[in-house]
């Protein structure tokens, strides 16, 4: 079982920028999708976004696509999810979320690994 830390979350006016990380306790060069997820009030967790570990390919919601980007430190086993032109509706609770297999998912019940999430909030 990996452990996921999360850090980088804050409040920021809309335009602006964040940039949140993910610590995994172990290695993750295995065969691992990772992943970032959001849950604003009230409403269910969704996908942001996804990482291959294997072969590096990246997946975006549509909502997010074109100003988030998913990135990871090899040396640091650490995930990264740049957000620019952050709007509003980007206000949520956001999760780092780990799966040991091949095969990425956009379902949050998918994964078994989770952080402890950080705020993000944008104000209009």
Known sequence: QV???????????????????CAASES???NYCM???????????EWVALFRTAAGTTYYADSV?????ISRDNTKSTLYLQMD???PEDTAMYYCAA????????????????????QVTVSP
């Open 65 to 69: 696509k074109g100003r988030f980007t």
């Open 85 to 87: 032109s952050l709007k």
């Open 99 to 118: 799966r040991l297999s091949l095969i990425c998912s956009w379902s949050p019940s998918d994964f078994g690994n989770w952080g402890q999430g950080t």
């Open 35 to 45: 992943g970032w997820f959001r849950q604003a009030p009230g409403k269910e967790r």
């Open 28 to 30: 993750t060069y295995r």
């Open 3 to 21: 452990q996921l830390v999360e850090s980088g979350g804050g409040s920021v006016q809309a335009g602006g920028s964040l940039r949140l990380s």
